[in-house]
């Protein structure tokens, strides 16, 4: 991770020189993970897909506002929660929240039944306990660089990913119990 650091902040700082060839490799670079994260908090492949674009678009034009370029990445991520959370504010009047687990949820790693229910209980959390396991349990963020792309203080990223670690644990106890009985 350290050389990606490093590499991160050269390119950025090759970016910010007019080569465009190093910004796409860092597009290249994030793409995947900054689509699956935005995917995590919209729940629509297309709404994640056209904000993946936006959030580079923004990015590229803000790129000499960054001021520590080893930091690309908790910067792109607040980025991204950014237009994420404005598209959803824009959205919430006309749709209301399915109980039904979004399909991101489904993963290949677990038996489909405990996938399930992780993805309910995840979609049962606030959102701003939701994002933060996202961001430190799926997109293995630190708590410092989660604070920097939420906004708050490292205290409250901690205070919301134990207490969503903790209702997911309680909701999941369930599942535990059935697997160890069969």
Known sequence: MIFREVEDRDLVGRARRGDVEAYNHLVSRWEKRLYNYLL????????????TQEVFLKAYQALRKLEDPSRFAPWLYRIAHNEAYSLLRRRRPEEELAEVAPPWAVSRMLPAETALAVAGALGRLPEEQREAVILKIYEGFKFEEIA???????STVKSRVYTALEKLKEALAPIRMRGEAG
């Open 40 to 51: 995590k908090l919209v729940g629509d492949r297309e709404d994640a897909l056209d904000l």
């Open 148 to 154: 920097a792309i939420l906004d708050c203080p490292v």
